[in-house]
């Protein structure tokens, strides 16, 4: 996790993982990292249930049990792709960013630093959303400058990319290969 724990406030990253257990390791990492730097944080991912979250991030951050993390429940949204990008099937980014401005402004309420956010693209490929994915995230990036995001990508997907889309993910983001 060397290299993610330079991040700042208003990167936007891309990561690509060649495993799930390199990926989720960076997930709860990262997010612990907001955590002592009192951010909201934010997971999105479809890989593990909510109830799997919890239970990972209260063993991993030495909570005494899952029911001590009942304090943090306004300091984290844990969703999927779906709730949180397409629950109706449409991807509409007027919505969406409604959603975040929220978000923020909630984040900014509890006095927090900033919002953190882990974001598992996979479900993006799998409902051939990859496009809109792309170009929905220039358009968040420009946005907000409260906000640090690594969105978590699959080697396999990222080898489905036409150079067209890679080219743009890269120029416009960057992208971080971890194994």
Not at 76 to 100: A, Q, R, S, V
Not at 102 to 107: I, K, P, W, Y
Request: proline share 2%; glycine share 6%.
């Amino acid at each position: 996790m060397n290299c993610l724990s330079s991040l700042e406030m208003g990167d936007h990253v891309f990561v690509v993982y060649s495993n799930e257990e390199a990926k989720l390791r960076d997930c709860f990492s990262f997010l612990k990292s907001g955590f002592d730097n009192n951010e909201f944080f934010f997971i999105m991912m479809d890989s593990l249930s909510k109830d799997e979250i919890i239970k990972r991030i209260a063993k991993k951050w030495n909570f005494g049990n899952v029911n001590d993390f009942e304090g943090l429940k306004d300091d984290i949204i844990i969703t999927t792709p779906k709730e949180w990008y397409y629950p109706d099937g449409d991807f509409n980014t007027y919505i969406i960013l409604k959603k975040w401005e929220f978000a923020f402004s909630n984040a900014s309420k509890r006095g927090k630093r900033g919002l953190r956010a882990f974001v598992d693209v996979t479900a993006f490929f799998i409902e051939g959303l990859e496009n809109a994915l792309i170009l929905y995230d220039e358009i968040l990036e420009k946005q907000f400058s409260f906000f640090l995001s690594i969105c978590a990508y699959k080697m396999d997907d990222i080898k489905k990319m036409t150079p067209q889309q890679y080219a743009l993910l890269n120029t416009n983001h960057g992208i971080w290969v971890k194994d």
